[in-house]
């Protein structure tokens, strides 16, 4: 074999470990100017996470470090303060390019947590990983216009705020059909542990007891519930449920 091809083939595959370990790599050439980059947000709010790219993206002109990017996302918290709930970074040497790949949780629910008895408060929203997330994180993702209609509320006590409460209403909302969680407008959870969801139907609140377990079951049969009462132009002002075997329906007279 002639040396010219001998010496592409293992520029080639010197190549192929560069890109494979890019890391390793990129580490050895601190103080990289012009580095090109490339961002997805994803469906995250784009001035936070713009902003946290920023600093990223001069961090590594500054180390030309992957790893030390990462180190710095974990020990700032950069992603918990830009609401990200996964992302990736990667660096492409030939072209000398950044790429970043954000995800961010979609909102469920405006959270309201009371606390002697009631005469206190704050506020949070929920999020489809059963996590609570600032306030802040609906505002921006309105500004960016990835957010639109309004959230239901949900309100309850601290004492019953905890992650299995948190995960039990995640799953129940989040698992509604579009059509159904539009209908949704509060979900309450009193201090015994018993759930109340208000409807609004047609422009009407429908009151739905759902008692203190089984919730999921009981949300499935108020789905199918309220679809049939709608085909019959009905609207339901109370719905008792905290008997699984045991649908309680009354109407108001005045509709």
Same mark, same amino acid.
């Given at each position: 074999?002639?040396?010219?091809?001998?010496?592409?083939?293992?520029?080639?595959?010197?190549?192929?470990?560069?890109?494979?370990?890019?890391?390793?790599?990129?580490?050895? %050439?601190?103080?990289?100017?012009?580095?090109?980059?490339?961002?997805?947000?994803?469906?995250?709010?784009?001035?936070?996470?713009?902003?946290?790219?920023?600093?990223?993206?001069?961090?590594?002109?500054?180390?030309?470090?992957?790893?030390?990017?990462?180190?710095?996302?974990?020990?700032?918290?950069?992603?918990?303060?830009?609401?990200?709930?996964?992302?990736?970074?990667?660096?492409?040497?030939?072209?000398?390019? *950044?790429?970043?790949?954000?995800?961010?949780?979609?909102?469920?629910?405006?959270?309201?947590?009371?606390?002697?008895?009631?005469?206190?408060?704050?506020?949070?929203? *929920?999020?489809?990983?059963?996590?609570?997330?600032?306030?802040?994180?609906?505002?921006?993702?309105?500004?960016?216009?990835?957010?639109?209609?309004?959230?239901?509320? *949900?309100?309850?006590?601290?004492?019953?705020?905890?992650?299995?409460?948190?995960?039990?209403?995640?799953?129940?909302? /989040?698992?509604?059909?579009?059509?159904?969680?539009?209908?949704?407008?509060?979900?309450?959870?009193?201090?015994?542990?018993?759930?109340?969801?208000?409807?609004?139907?047609?422009?009407?609140?429908?009151?739905?007891? *759902?008692?203190?377990?089984?919730?999921?079951?009981?949300?499935?049969?108020?789905?199918?519930?309220?679809?049939?009462?709608?085909?019959?132009?009905?609207?339901? /002002?109370?719905?008792?449920? %905290?008997?699984?075997?045991?649908?309680?329906?009354?109407?108001?007279?005045?509709?």
């Amino acid at each position: 074999m002639k040396r010219n091809q001998m010496s592409l083939i293992f520029f080639s595959l010197m190549t192929v470990l560069f890109l494979l370990d890019s890391d390793a790599i990129t580490s050895m %050439t601190p103080g990289l100017t012009e580095v090109k980059y490339r961002t997805s947000f994803g469906s995250c709010p784009s001035r936070a996470v713009g902003k946290m790219t920023l600093q990223l993206v001069k961090a590594f002109e500054d180390s030309g470090s992957l790893r030390s990017l990462k180190e710095m996302i974990v020990k700032e918290k950069l992603d918990q303060r830009s609401f990200i709930s996964s992302y990736s970074v990667s660096y492409d040497p030939l072209r000398k390019y *950044l790429n970043f790949k954000y995800e961010c949780p979609n909102p469920l629910m405006k959270v309201q947590i009371y606390k002697n008895n009631g005469l206190e408060s704050y506020e949070a929203i *929920l999020v489809d990983n059963g996590e609570l997330y600032d306030p802040t994180y609906e505002v921006l993702l309105r500004t960016d216009k990835k957010l639109s209609g309004e959230l239901p509320f *949900l309100a309850l006590p601290v004492g019953n705020m905890d992650d299995d409460v948190q995960r039990q209403i995640t799953k129940i909302v /989040a698992g509604m059909d579009t059509a159904f969680r539009k209908k949704l407008s509060e979900v309450i959870l009193n201090e015994s542990g018993e759930l109340t969801v208000i409807l609004s139907v047609k422009g009407h609140p429908s009151s739905v007891f *759902l008692g203190k377990d089984e919730w999921n079951d009981k949300v499935i049969k108020l789905g199918r519930l309220v679809t049939y009462m709608e085909s019959k132009n009905k609207i339901p /002002a109370i719905i008792n449920l %905290t008997n699984s075997k045991k649908v309680v329906v009354k109407f108001n007279d005045r509709f």
